[in-house]
């Protein structure tokens, strides 16, 4: 074995131990249908009645036209985010910018837009976390 793929050899330890690499969610509850066509909250919906949005967005202004949920916020997808937001576990990155663009896919497949905008971190937010972190998702 030569010196240059020891050296790889152990680069990869290395680099597994900090960022340790993470298996695919196993549990993942992808948010179904029917739900709000404003906030995107499930609700259940008699059969053969058309409602668009739920009891907590009729008769509401919104300052958006619409948000959605890719996944519920349980389990692993719960953990994972938590540990990425607020212990700085950056290794999940990659896992959630890949469900934020399946997720987004799955949505808006239907849909032409220019711009994808997220919003903006609050600077006392950014500030106790010490990053933001739609800056440090890998999509
Ligand atoms: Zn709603």
Redesign the pocket.
């Given at each position: 074995m030569g010196l240059l793929s020891t050296l790889h050899k152990n680069l990869v330890i290395i680099v597994n131990f900090i960022f340790p690499p993470v298996a695919p969610w196993r549990e993942v509850r992808k948010m179904g249908t029917p739900r709000?066509?404003?906030?995107?909250?499930p609700f259940e919906v008699p059969v053969g009645i058309e409602i668009q949005?739920?009891?907590?967005?009729q008769g509401v202004s919104w300052y958006l036209d619409r948000a959605f949920s890719c996944y519920y916020f349980d389990g692993e997808v719960r953990t994972s985010i938590l540990e990425f937001k607020y212990h700085r576990k950056f290794y999940w990155r990659s896992l959630l910018g890949k469900g934020l663009i399946e997720g987004f896919r799955d949505e808006f497949s239907d849909i032409s837009f220019d711009a994808l905008v997220p919003v903006p971190l609050h600077s006392s937010k950014q500030r106790d976390r010490g990053f933001n972190p739609i800056h440090a998702i890998e999509v």
């Open positions: 709000c066509h404003r906030c995107g909250y949005v739920c009891v907590n967005c």
